[in-house]
């Protein structure tokens, strides 16, 4: 899932006829100051990362005034929330604001449909409210097959005890955002809080969107807005992941080769394919050891981007060993890993027999694999052992070295 | 017996000139399965590995019985194209193709959930029967007697390529699969750990699952479940990979796209717990899955040291 940062997510939702509030992005100081003049009141002041709860971080926060705009902005601009930079923040006037709704759009996976849950109680964050008031929150199953009808747009209202023009405000508002969920390929649409001004006016004061990335072929006006993969992730891409996606993109339709740096560890880890690799990680973890990135390669990539991973997964200080093991496959040719895997270390002139490198790979062409892995003096294995007993192999080689 | 297909299966693949589909085809046919027909719009009147190509299911169906369907096309023709299987009364469908957008996954798994149609995946490398040399997808490749071979053993994995893996493991320990499911790696699948059990319930052939689980979704609490309620009754012995995943920061996602921790929902360790509590075998390591087995299946020869 891909998410959009909150100016991004607001500009949709306006474009479908929900109002949101006036907001502009601010790089500096000064561009705060003349974005809070020129709005005239008093202002928030939101920090523009891709990470939820910013409120509890301290990342959205009231200015009175220009001046008070200006320095929230100095303060917030090359802080971190949550481990993200702020580059840019969002000034947006302050709503006078008599009573805060929630309205939310997702995917259910155990009903297969989307589902809409919404509430009275807005403002707080829905985990803390459907602990703290599970009864105040209402999740309605949308027929996959069917659009939205309006009825139910104002029975949901309804039954949460909506009343007047309020009751009908919400359902345009729920009607409206069901239409952009379907139109964007959204993953999730979250407002909270749906405002109700003191004018009488429903808007949508906060908002969070991520998009369906599976999608992106048939969004190519969101191409700039989403980061693809940005859920994924809890704090930005480090320069070796960066790199190591753009290895991946380089081919983007031969397998894949993802790469996710530890914050320790010793042993390069290159291992596959999805539940494979978790298996590999769990059991050196168990055995005391400790990789130094995570990596999944697997669907049959060419012998470029194997090449382009391992000089990735070695070129992290503090890797002292190199751990390669896949399931048995059913298409990925392990003849073509293993001459992605030998260019990489005779190029970074690695000695197999002073730096470990154990290999699991049992599958398509595996005799062809043996015979390079075996050529270059690096301990290969292939289905005589297990994926567990590889591993404790890798640890036997570690103990020797330590 | 097995489930889901057999060698009253007829079986058509939808997409069938594809570069991949036509591998596929070769190596199944080779395996000994039969493939009735297949389907690429404009193609009609060709023939792939000798199987017939016919420009619609429609016209598929006109000619030949069809009860199960094999979809490899592209992410975005998936969903039409299981909406044509659907409606010309196809039965089973299996799902290779990976990343098919959320909508229009649930879009036609509703579809085929009104119509009464069993769906594998989207995002399953595919099914086998051993037994009666069968099998819907890639599993197996060229080299199917590898990892899979005829026994007592049901194999349902949430990971494609540890589905050889499992049923490797199960043939070392001295058996052999009934049927070895890719149930796939998405969020939104077809069928999943709760749907198949009770069809290896009613198996004869059966007399032991296994499945291989990841973090993320409630598959493995909904399978406890289904085993309190005494709706699967053998032995049903549980690995869950990612335990790793539980001390990352949460947002975290390794391996497939299911493979989301929220909070508590989804933690490895829960699954394990409560797959425990409800009377399975929940394996702490991936090799106990070999001993394990003996003595699930053969207890009296492990007590006597004759374990195979």
Known sequence: MGRLLEHHAKQLLKGEGIAVPLCQVAASEAEAFEIAQKMGKPVVV?????????????????????????????????????????????????????????????YDKNKKAPVIIASMKGGVDVEELSRSYPEEILVREVDPLAELPDYVTKEIWAELGAKGKLLVAAAGVLAKLYRAFQRYDAYLIEINPLAITSDGKVVAAAAVMSIDDSAMYRQPGLMDMVQLGSERAWRPLTELEKRMVEVNEADPYRGTARYTEMPEGDIGFMCGGGGGSLLCFDTLTALGGQPANYSEVGGNPTEEKVFGLTKGILAKAGVKSLFVCHNITNNTQVDVLARGIIRALQELQVDPASFPVVVREAGVNDAAAREIFTAAGVEYYGDEVTMTEACTRMMARMQKIA | MAILINRQSQIVIQGITGREASMVTKHTLAYGTQIVAGVTPGKGGQEVHGIPVYDTLKAACAHHQLDTSVIYVPPAFAADAVAEAVANGIKIILIPTENVPQKDAVRCLAQARRAGVQVIGPNSVGIINPTDRVKLGAIGGDNVERCFVPGPVGVISRSGGMTAEVSWMVKRAGYGVSTSVSIGGDALIGSTIKDLLPLFEADPQTRAVVIFSEPGTSQEEEAADLIKQGRFTKPLVAYIAGRFTEAMPEGTVFGHAAAIISGNYGRPSLKAAYLKEAGAYVLENFADLIPTLQQVLDPQHVVAGLAR
Do not use: C, H, W
């Open chain 1, 46 to 106: 939101k920090a523009l990362v891709p990470v939820g709860k910013r409120g509890k971080a301290g990342a959205i926060r009231f200015g009175q005034n220009p001046e008070e705009a200006a320095m929230i902005t100095r303060e917030l601009l090359g802080a971190s929330v949550r481990n993200f930079p702020v580059e840019k923040v969002l000034i947006e006037e302050k709503l006078d604001i008599q009573q805060e709704l929630y309205l939310s759009i997702t």
